[in-house]
């Protein structure tokens, strides 16, 4: 049986796949700026990522009744949370104390977002210019979930890497309560 060409039917010209490809091209350009993070954006979910992660090491202190303990290093960029596992009322800073509370570990802030405060002012209430205002930059949170010693109060401040604006910042009460706040650089104050 002989095999006929179709008539009417024909492919694509490379001409047509270089117009095509273009327009994709152009179409693209215009909107991946749109789907790229704004450094205030990335800077408010890392503030959110320690405001849960925090909340989780609340919970967990309230609900196993173990010291919990988190450490910020604004020189590494990262934060650990530790537990009393052996409940000797001595955290130790060691692997089996950083293990004791699953899914937490050792946290890195990210590539971009550091500690820091940029052009903030401080949050209401916070008199300290450090990023993070926490005695020996940790806090430890009691069985009953509250910082230790009672009263102990916070905030850790964060700022985009080439972003001196865009700015977050995390509170931490005397209750044991968290609020992650947000710098708005045109009106000069925190929301």
């Given at each position: 049986m002989e095999k006929r060409p179709l008539e009417g039917q024909r492919g694509f010209t490379i001409v047509e796949l270089v117009i095509v490809m273009s327009m994709m091209i152009i179409l693209a350009g215009i909107v991946a700026p749109r789907l790229q993070v704004s450094p205030m954006r990335r800077v408010e979910g890392v503030a959110r990522q320690i405001v849960s992660?925090?909340?989780?090491?609340?919970?967990?202190?309230?609900?196993?009744?173990?010291?919990?303990?988190?450490?910020?290093n604004p020189t590494a960029g990262t934060y650990t949370a530790?537990?009393?596992?052996?409940?000797?009322?001595?955290?130790?800073?060691?692997?089996?104390?950083v293990n004791a509370l699953s899914g937490f570990g050792e946290q890195e802030l990210g590539v971009l977002v550091q500690f820091g405060r940029g052009t903030a002012t401080t949050i209401p209430g916070d008199p300290s210019l450090l990023s993070v205002t926490l005695t020996d930059n940790?806090?430890?949170?009691?069985?009953?979930?509250?910082?230790?010693?009672?009263?102990?109060?916070?905030?850790?401040?964060?700022?985009?890497?080439?972003?001196?604006?865009?700015?977050?910042?995390?509170?931490?009460?005397?209750?044991?309560?968290?609020?992650?706040?947000?710098?708005?650089?045109?009106?000069?104050?925190?929301?």
């Open positions: 992660h925090l909340e989780l090491a609340r919970s967990h202190a309230l609900g196993t009744r173990q010291m919990t303990q988190v450490v910020f530790y537990v009393d596992h052996d409940r000797d009322s001595n955290i130790t800073l060691v692997v089996d104390e940790t806090l430890e949170l009691s069985v009953q979930g509250v910082p230790e010693p009672w009263g102990t109060m916070g905030t850790v401040y964060l700022v985009h890497r080439d972003d001196a604006n865009a700015v977050s910042a995390i509170s931490i009460s005397s209750s044991g309560a968290f609020k992650a706040w947000r710098w708005s650089p045109g009106a000069g104050e925190w929301q």
